[in-house]
């Protein structure tokens, strides 16, 4: 029962990151946090797929250069 439910996260993981690439590789924190659980994005955060870039107008979450 526990796989089943890693696999529901993964797929929500997953379209966190291709949500983000569909709007350009970048979108603003505040609007995911509504749609996507905290842990769905610090496991990419944690990943090193996704980071975390200050504007100073707020934060994005952006895909990793290196991925």
Do not use: W, Y
Request: glycine share 8%.
């Amino acid at each position: 029962m526990a796989k089943a439910g890693n696999n529901s996260f993964d797929r929500r993981a997953n379209h966190l990151l291709r949500s983000i690439r569909l709007c350009g590789g970048c979108v603003p924190l505040h609007r995911l946090q509504l749609q996507f659980s905290d842990s769905v994005i610090q496991t990419l955060l944690d990943r090193e797929l996704v980071q975390v870039q200050n504007t100073g107008r707020g934060f994005l979450l952006e895909i990793a250069e290196d991925f």
